[in-house]
Each structure stands twice: as C-alpha cells, then as structure tokens.
C-alpha cells in the first residue's frame, strides 16, 4: 500500500487531501470505467477522519527574518450527511470552515452524471470565511483515475489540482490576505460502501502578517503533506447501539475524571481550582458516582476552602451541591423521555448554610450599571460607561441561583425579571423566517431516506446572541453576529429566568412581578423570544462545529447545546435528534486515555452524554413544538 501511494504522488507532484465522501448510484462492479459519481451519505450517518499522516516539507518560497514556517497541524474531519450536498459542496449555514475543511471542500467536489476514467472537471471557489485564511479565490482542476487498492479496499481515485486566483477588487485591498497558495489532492472512494477511505493533500500557502513600527511583516509558510483516513461511522438512528457505546464511554469517562485530579483533592483549570473543582463534581455526581464516596467528600471540603473570586467557580459550586443531594433515580430519569420524577433535595445543614453564603455572594457581585455579571465584579472604567458583562458569566450565575432555589434557598426579588428584560434586548432583532417543526418522524430506510416532518402554521425568526452585544442578522447574506455557544447561553438565560420566577413565593412573586396579569404578559414576551432562540438552534443546527464559531469552544457547546435540550424538553431540533447526533462526534473524539483533554472538555463531554442538565419542574417552553 505503501509502494502505491508512493507512485501516486510521483504522478500528480504534490497531494494536497481532505476528508470527503463520495459514492456510486447503484453497485459498483470492478472494471466498470464509468462509474457515476455522487454523494450518497445519509442524513443521519456520521463519519469521521482522523490524520494518518502529516509532515512539514521543504518550503516553496525563501525564509527571510521574522518570516517562520508553520509545523502542520491537522485536526479531525467529520460531518453528518446533511452537512453538504449531492456535489459534496458545503451547505452555506454550516460554514465558517476550518483550514482541514476548506481543504476537504477542494477534494470533495463531484461533478454531475457518469464519468469515464480520464474524464476531468473543474470548478471556481470563494473562500470567505476560514480560519486563518479569508477571502480568496481557487480554480481546481479535477482527473478521474481507475480504481487501486488503498487501506484494503478497491477505491476509484481522483486527483485535483489547484491554484489560487489574484485578489480582486475589495479582497486586493484586504491588510492581510494570502500571498500563495496551491494544492494537489488526491482521494480514494469505496465505491460499493459509499464512503471516502482516505484523502491526501499537500499544499503551499503564505499568509503575511501585520508591520509593527520599523519592523516588517513576517509571513507564515505552510508547506504541509497531511493524510487523512476514515476511522469511525455511526448511525444517529440506531439509538441502541450508541447507548451501549455512550454507557462505555461514560464509565472511561469518569474514570479519566478521576485520574486528572490533584494529590490534594482539587482539579485545577488555570488559576480555577474551585470552579474546575466543582465541574468536575458536578460531571461525577450526575454520572452517578455515589455522593458518598470519600473522594467526592474529601473533594468538597477542598473546594469550601478555595477563595469566593470568579462568577464560573461560584455559579458551578452551587450546581455542584446541588447535585450532591439529587436521586438516582431523579437522574436516570434525566435520560428517558418520561416525566422527571418528584423533584428532592434533603440538603444538610452545612450544605444549606453554605450554598446560601454563595448566593449572597452572586447577589452582591452583579454589576451596577447593568443587571448582569463578570467575571467579578469591577467599577466601570469611567462614570459615563458601563460595567463589562458577557452572557458567559450571566448564565452560570443564573444557573447557580437555579439549583440553590431547587434546595429551597431563597433568591431575592428585583433580579429575576431585570437580567430577562435586558438578556431580550440583546437578542438579535431578526433573523431567518422558519417553520419549526412540531413532530419528525425518521424514515424506515435509515441510509437514504429523510424522514417526514409537521411543521408550524406560523412563522418565527430565528434570532440568536453574541456574547457581550446585541446580536445581528444581514438578511441579504445570511450571516449573523450570533453563534452557537452563546445562543445557548442567551437561551438558557431566558428559560431557567421563567423557572426562578414560576417558583417564587406569594410575597416574592408580588414584589418581582406586582400582579399575576403583568406577570403573564411578561411570561408571553419571553415566550415568544425563546422560540425565537429555539429557531436558531435549529436553523444552524450542528455538533460537529459551535456554529458560525468555528470549532472555538466545542465542548462548552456542546454542553451549552445539551442544556438548551433539556430545558425546553425537546427531543428534536428541527429534523435532528439533537442527543444521538451529538453523541457520534463525542464518541469518536473520546480519546485512548478515555478523556476528551482537559477536566474542564472531559466534564462538558460526559454532562452532554448523561445529560447531566436538570429538567425544570414545569414545562417552561410552551411554544408550538
């Protein structure tokens, strides 16, 4: 195979790959020089690329001072069937790309009808939005090859060739735009599976930066041989397989968990040791790991003792008690789609008493000049200005008064509704019209067929957050300011500020809200901006990605995407099961040493996969879903 792959490239120069996934219509018999070219993944299959191979070669173009060339850094490829087309073209929504998937889009393309061998295509692109490179133009050129054997199976191959076009008009302008850029792919197609095997790629690109004072821009050169291979594949569908799998995971999981703490009872995040700490608590306690077992006591007393600095670690300190007292059979009921059991919480004294210390902390710490929070409280930088904020820090906040208000610790009037009042000022003003679904029925041929789906009679826009400003939407491009990860956040804010104010007492009620009419008409315009947020969600929908964020912040996401879920009880978004589609990529991402990195990602993944989110008491969300 080895020997293969060598000729290979001696005959196309340099390979650039990525991951794609092409099938043929109908079987694909060997000697068949006129296979018909097409994407046939399902909508519900998931595949997933790992890097086989990478490795810096020798650079195209001098080094000269400052200028530096990168070592290659491939990541992971992996996308749901209804992520591109029948052409393998990305769909718009699913975009900004990363590098690994811009390149992918190269060697993916298709084009239409049977194809003899030798047979060539081409196609333009315009890159807008990737990471590190934005705004540039690519002609490739495409050779359809027969068929060879590679990792153990017949592939049709196909080479591309590409080459990047001058800048033009506004994009000539850009300060920092590419200055080279070529690539040669090659890809191997298992015909009668339907599947990429694996991509090549080798690529050349330049990428200046910024002049600072007399000293001149250096640019960065990417002379990168990656190769790709299919490692795993998942059905979203088979819902009995993954739970067999996530059970698996779940049980690695928590014993990674367990191994990444301290010697002296902490994890540590940064300079968070009691917010890391109580996370990790929080993900143990919620995969069922006894509240009684003396490493969980013994880290609990270690984290009381850790200093009151950061909304995060206060915020996850309270959910974190709070889980300590929940049932297991509360919690296993988390993960059916019957009605939570009846909500308990015999919380000891000491735990009461503390959990009310960190109320009084989060209550004393909101900002002044606005109802929301940092990360601690600081003076505005001038009288005139405002205090910082971000909707990161105000929905763990929120969070935390959440679960001390489920232990019967009492939240003070003139919070609730303030925070909500403005959260739906941030929101974006409009958004895309949809039709959400209200009930989706998967198809009996899980590979190809796509499911029916009941939609709404009504119209809503989906409108999203952004993280410390008033999210927008250009309805002529289609692009927002919002993305995924703080969407969830804008949402959640929104949902457990319905659940605060449903549980107050009489007085509270009274004192927040004046009388159960306003409170209605209140209850209606948040209502109406959840579904909104809901929308959102499920317009730009994906677990593959924090959508229009990249793949910045991905476990948090996908955290903040499992909240979301859980709190609005819903089992679809839109037509995707939000649950087993999410499981695929956490599945496959799990590593060898049963984590997913970091205590802080490893605990976001197992909260995803337990859903480790507390149900609210009532039905929050009463749209029409």
Known sequence: MVRAVSWVFAACAALLCTSSIVVANGDMQAGNDRPELAWAQ????????????????????????????????????????????????????????????MLMQLAMYLPAGKQKVGATWQREWKFEKVQTFNNFRVTSAYELKPQMEYAGFNCWVIYGKHTMKPHEGADAAQTLKLTAFSADTVAWFDMPKGWLRGARITFNAAMPGIAVGDKPAATSFYDWDIEWRLTRDFDSWEEKVLNGRVERAIALGVERLWKQRGADGLWVYGAHARGATALSLLALLMCDVPAED??????????????????????????????????????????????????????????????????????????????????????????????????????????????????????????????????????????????????????????????????????????????????????????????????????????????????????????????????QQWEKGVQEAIECGLAWHEYWFSVTRNPVYYRNWYYYYMYGLERVGMLASVKFMGEHNWYYEGCCPLLALQDKDGGWGGCTDTSFALLFLKKGTVPPRKKIFTGEK
């Open 294 to 519: 003396e490493r969980i006591i013994e880290s609990f007393a270690k984290m009381k003792e850790q200093p009151l600095e950061n909304i995060y670690d206060i915020g996850l300190s309270l959910m974190a008690l709070e889980a300590r007292y929940i049932t297991l059979e509360e919690r296993r009921s988390f993960l059916s789609s019957d009605k939570p059991v009846t909500l308990k919480r015999d919380v000891s004294a000491e735990d009461r008493t503390e959990m009310e210390r960190l109320v009084a902390w989060i209550v004393a710490n909101r900002n002044d000049t606005n109802p929301f929070w940092n990360y601690k409280k600081e003076p505005p930088v001038a009288p005139s200005t405002t205090q910082r904020f971000d909707f990161s820090c105000t929905q763990y906040a929120i969070l935390g008064l959440a679960a001390a208000q489920r232990c019967a610790i009492r939240i003070p009037p003139g919070i609730t509704k303030k925070f909500v009042d403005e959260t739906l000022k941030m929101q974006a003003a409009s958004g895309p019209k949809v039709r959400r679904v209200i009930n989706f029925t998967p198809p009996k041929d899980a590979q190809r067929g796509k499911g029916k789906s009941t939609y709404s009679t009504k119209t809503v826009e989906a409108r999203g957050f952004h993280y410390s400003v008033k999210a927008t939407w250009d309805k002529y491009q289609d692009q927002t300011t919002a993305y995924g990860s703080m969407s969830a956040s804008g949402v959640t804010i929104l949902m457990v500020g319905l659940e605060i104010a449903d549980s107050m007492n009489d007085a509270d009620f009274k004192a927040e809200f004046t009388s159960k009419a306003l409170y």
């Open 42 to 101: 399902g909508p519900n299959q998931y595949l997933h690329y790992t890097v086989f191979d990478q490795k810096k070669l020798n650079p195209r173009a001098p080094i000269q001072g400052e200028d530096k060339q990168l070592e290659p850094a491939g990541q992971w490829v992996g996308f749901f069937g209804y992520e591109t087309t029948d052409a393998g073209e990305w769909q718009r929504r699913y975009e900004p790309l990363i590098l690994d998937e």
